[in-house]
């Protein structure tokens, strides 16, 4: 049990009264009869007050949460007792999830029933485990708090931000551009049929449907669309190039997001899409498979992934990559380039790679260093890490031009952009046909 503030106050009032009592006398009487009497309020308080077992609470998480994005968490509460009392809670919480807000409470009346909500933000990706939740039970004009944990064990997945994937739908259904995205089906482009149309000034004269035309005496063209059927690899690095944090998520998150939003609108184009992982081995591996209603497949692949402080095996990577994936595909390898010598072995595998598929490498820029690189030299305090900085930049640039010479597709682009920006670049390839 736990004084209230109302207790706190009510003794406080006492003092005031010992304190007269030094210029008149009786009021000394009076305030060892206010204690007397607050005394025996307490522990008549102290007696009646609700036991552990008067309050009944189930808990309803999520079976999963997205990457730092809110879920609502319900507390079904029941009042077993007689009493009006006010009921607080709060979990007892493990690292990188965050409860909004960290407490919430609610007054009941005996045996009546309710629900409370909280907000839960999972910062890290992966498995985590709800223990003990806190409760706090004050009864109307009670002195003291009745204070336990309930045991409410449960297991909690953040996966990467599977809102995305739902904002993104809500966008095509609307037919918007939001956040940088182009439409996914492109009409006209492409040599897969799509639908039949009235002509419009402009329209190239070989895509006239002349036994439409016929039918409906006047000139009817064909709709294309990029083939489908394709093959996609998405390569992921897990190693020291993607470690670090950019606005409160790991550069390796931002990889993660990015690469389940692609995965989504590969699938949902139609085309073969196979997933690798790797760090100084192969962490995971997702063989080509078709179908949207396979999302999930990737998601439950990617959710756990971390990163790890050891370099990455590029040679046995692209080596696997090799054995596994004879047919022509677009080879997304999403990392990270430091500079020409660093990344000898990727770029020489990327180069192997352009023979025979179409290899893209999206590196992550670092937007801090950009920055310090990109700020005037008349108001920089620090000329050391401005000389490093330019150094930096101007060794990664000759990496990524290295393997644009070598027939490479480069995709550079900060944090934030990245998931646009690549979904972008795979429905600019599908449209040229360059796949």
């Known amino acids: 049990m736990l004084p209230s503030p109302r207790f706190v106050i009510m003794l406080m009032l006492a003092a005031p009264m010992f304190l007269a009592g030094a210029l008149y006398n009786p009021f000394v009487a009076i305030g060892a009869l206010y204690v007397v009497g607050l005394g025996l309020y307490a522990v008549l308080d102290l007696i009646v007050i609700p036991r552990r077992g008067s309050v009944e609470v189930e808990r309803v998480v999520p079976e999963r949460l997205s990457l730092a994005e809110p879920a609502v968490v319900r507390l079904r509460v029941r009042n077993l007792g007689a009493r009006r009392v006010k009921i607080s809670f709060a979990e007892d919480l493990p690292e990188h999830l965050r409860a ?25 990706r992966g498995r985590h485990f709800l223990s003990r939740l806190d409760v706090r039970v004050l009864p109307q004009l009670g002195l003291f708090f009745r204070q336990f944990s309930l045991e409410m064990s449960c297991e909690v997945h953040v996966f990467p931000n599977l809102v995305n994937l739902k904002r993104y739908e809500l966008q095509l259904r609307r037919g918007l551009r939001e956040q940088g995205l182009a439409r996914m089906r492109q009409i006209g482009m492409g040599t897969t049929f799509e639908s039949l149309r ?50 409160g998520l790991s550069r390796l998150d931002y990889l993660v997001n990015a690469a389940l939003m692609f995965a989504y609108v590969v699938l949902r184009q139609g085309d073969w899409l196979s997933l690798m992982a790797f760090s100084g081995r192969v962490e995971r591996y997702l063989p080509p498979f078709r179908g949207v209603e396979n999302i999930d497949r990737v998601a439950r692949a990617l959710y756990t992934l971390e990163t790890r402080l050891e370099e990455s095996d590029y040679g046995a990577a692209c080596r696997f990559i090799g054995m596994k994936h004879r047919k022509r595909s677009l080879i997304c390898v999403m990392s990270d380039v430091i500079d020409r010598e660093a990344s000898a072995v990727i770029i020489g595998y990327m180069a192997r ?47 990524l031009e290295t393997m644009r010479r070598q027939g490479v597709s480069v995709l550079s682009v900060s944090p934030a952009l990245l998931t646009p920006e690549l979904i972008n670049r795979y429905l600019r390839i599908k449209a040229t046909r360059r796949l």
């Open 353 to 399: 790679f352009a023979r025979y598929h179409l290899p893209l490498a999206v590196a992550l820029e670092n937007p801090e260093v950009r920055a310090v690189a990109a700020r005037p030299l008349a108001e920089t305090d620090d000329l050391y890490s401005k000389a490093v900085a330019l150094d930096v930049v101007a060794a990664r640039e000759e990496a």
């Open 100 to 124: 909004d807000p960290p407490a919430v409470s609610a007054v009941f009346d005996g045996g009546a029933e309710g629900e409370l909500q909280y907000r839960l933000i999972g910062d890290r």
């Open 198 to 247: 009235h002509y419009t000034y402009g329209d190239e004269m070989s895509r006239v449907d002349w036994k439409a035309t016929a039918k409906r005496g006047r000139l009817i063209v064909r709709n294309h669309q990029p083939e489908r059927q394709q093959s996609v690899l998405i390569c992921l690095d897990c190693g020291r190039a993607t470690a670090g944090e950019f606005e």
